[in-house]
């Protein structure tokens, strides 16, 4: 089955700065790798994905890169501000056509301190 | 905004016992999945269903779960003897139609005493 590893597990940046989150995952099948933020008590809400057939993604201040080969993904956060504070999950599935998926499998998280 | 809907927001149970945990997934999705957090892990998959049965399901989903779709609206996961590794926030999900992105419930807390 899938395996996804997560790097760092703890990353703190003054605010302003930029962060970046590294994971890898094993089963070249996977098509889909959505990243979650999570707060305290809450559930994970999608911040962004990538599929397979692109190799990057930004939505404003937040990007994500895909090395197919390397078979690793990162996000990268620019102009951190106190409420990007939160843990965040990487994850990797395989889509199909119709619409459904196999069940995503996360990393093991990364708890990102903005400090002000 | 469609959301997923989850009862209970939080349920205490003696170890043994039976419990049932219910969702409503928004209306037009077809797939619907069931997570579990334990408490400062990883979200982990459990089981995934599609066209009223189980089209997949991970080394957790043991013998003591079972999922089910009653009726039209409701998708259920019931652990029919908890135990206190069982304690968990359980999330369900359901996936738009021909994108995959998966929307979690606000979940579910299940603590096994």
């Known amino acids: 089955g899938e395996n996804v590893e997560q790097h760092p597990s703890t990353l703190s940046v003054q605010e302003g700065d930029s962060a970046v989150i590294k994971c890898t995952y094993s089963d070249s099948a996977s098509n889909y790798f959505p990243w979650y933020k999570q707060e305290l008590g809450k559930r994970p809400q999608l911040i962004i994905d990538?599929?397979?057939?692109?190799g990057e993604k930004k939505d404003q201040r937040i990007a994500v890169t895909l090395n197919k080969t390397a078979k690793h993904f990162s996000l990268h956060i620019t102009e951190t501000q106190p409420e990007d504070s939160a843990v965040y999950f990487c994850a990797a599935s395989r889509l199909y056509s119709g619409g459904g998926a196999d069940g995503l499998t996360f990393g093991k998280g990364t708890h990102l301190i903005i400090q002000p | 905004e469609p959301e997923v809907t989850q009862t209970p927001s939080h349920q205490v149970t003696q170890m043994g016992q039976e419990v049932i945990l219910r969702c409503v997934p928004i209306s037009n999705h077809l797939y619907f999945y069931w997570y579990r957090q334990i408490l400062g892990q990883k979200v982990e998959f459990l089981v995934s269903f599609y066209n009223n049965e189980i089209s997949e399901k991970s080394e957790i989903f043991d013998d003591q779960f079972s999922v089910e779709r009653p009726d039209g609206s409701n998708f259920t996961l019931k652990i029919r003897s908890t135990k206190l590794e069982d304690s968990a926030m359980y999330f369900c999900a359901s996936s738009a139609p021909n994108t995959g992105e998966l929307f979690f419930g606000e979940g579910s807390r299940l603590t096994v005493l």
């Open positions: 990538i599929r397979s057939n692109v």
